[in-house]
């Protein structure tokens, strides 16, 4: 099954330096088929074609990176959890990049 999300990835795209791309509405297709069928998903391929780009735009990370500079007293560590302010929690996305092991 196909989703055109094709105007919502308009809004997703943060900045005008980011261009939206028939390759980035794939990817924000499978992130919202991730989403709604509640798997994880992982993104892969060839360095430089554009997976962290199109991952930093679909999660919004640069506005998160914002909050987390403003708020960061307020990010609270506990024995077992970590809480992030409110205004972080309304994002519904995370932002993630593994380390390069040899």
Same mark, same amino acid.
């Given at each position: 099954m196909i989703i055109d999300n094709s105007s919502a990835v308009l809004d997703i795209a943060p900045s005008n330096k980011f261009v939206s791309t028939? +390759? /980035? %509405? %794939? /990817?924000? +297709? /499978?992130? $919202?088929?991730?989403? %709604? $069928? #509640? *798997?994880?998903?992982?993104? *892969?391929?060839?360095?430089?074609?554009?997976?962290? #780009?199109?991952?930093?735009? *679909? =999660? #919004? &990370? #640069? $506005?998160? +990176?914002?909050?987390?500079?403003?708020? =960061? =007293?307020? &990010?609270? %560590?506990g024995e077992d959890s970590f809480v992030a302010p409110p205004k972080v929690r309304l994002f519904d996305t995370a932002f993630v990049t593994a380390p390069v092991i040899n």
């Open positions: 028939k +390759e /980035f %509405r %794939r /990817f924000t +297709e /499978f992130c $919202d088929a991730c989403k %709604r $069928d #509640n *798997y994880i998903g992982l993104c *892969y391929g060839p360095p430089g074609v554009g997976k962290s #780009n199109s991952a930093e735009a *679909y =999660s #919004n &990370w #640069n $506005d998160v +990176e914002q909050l987390y500079k403003q708020l =960061s =007293s307020q &990010w609270t %560590r």
